[in-house]
Nanobody
Framework: QVQLVESGGGLVQAGGSLRLSCAAS????????MGWFRQAPGKEREFVAS????????WYADFVKGRFTISRDNAKNTVDLQMNSLKPEDTAVYYC????????????????WGQGTQVTVSS
C-alpha cells in the first residue's frame, strides 16, 4: 500500500506562488506516474499535472501551462507542484495521486490518493 500526504497549501494573494509537496510512504513510488488533481467546491475533481516515473516527461492541463511545474525526487519519494502566478480560479483542494499508467490524466488511472491540501487565492 502507498500512503500519500500533501502539504504546502494555504492562503495567497493573486499573482503569488505556492509550492505543494507530496510525501509517499509504505513503498517506493519510483515506478509510478505521479499526478496532481484539484477539486473546487461544487465541481468535479480535475487533472492538473503529472510526471512520468523517471521525471523525463510531464503533462499539464491547459489552464496551468506556463504557471505550474511538477517535479519529483525518487530518492526522497516525493513529488512537488510549484505554482506561480496564481489566480482566484486556482482555489481548490489539491490532491496528489499515484498511478501505473504512463501519462495518466484521468482520475480512474490513479490507484492511490492523498487527503488533499487547501489552496485559496484571494483577489
Amino acid at each position: 500500500q502507498v500512503q500519500l500526504v500533501e502539504s504546502g497549501g494555504g492562503l495567497v494573494q493573486a499573482g503569488g506562488s505556492l509550492r505543494l509537496s507530496c510525501a509517499a510512504s509504505g513503498r517506493s513510488v519510483s515506478s509510478y506516474t505521479m499526478g496532481w488533481f484539484r477539486q473546487a467546491p461544487g465541481k468535479e475533481r480535475e487533472f492538473v499535472a503529472s510526471i512520468s516515473w523517471n521525471g523525463v516527461r510531464t503533462w499539464y492541463a491547459d489552464f496551468v501551462k506556463g504557471r505550474f511545474t511538477i517535479s519529483r525526487d525518487n530518492a526522497k519519494n516525493t513529488v512537488d507542484l510549484q505554482m506561480n502566478s496564481l489566480k482566484p480560479e486556482d482555489t481548490a483542494v489539491y490532491y496528489c495521486a499515484a498511478g501505473a499508467g504512463f501519462g495518466a490524466s484521468t482520475k480512474n488511472e490513479y490507484d492511490y490518493w492523498g487527503q488533499g491540501t487547501q489552496v485559496t487565492v484571494s483577489s
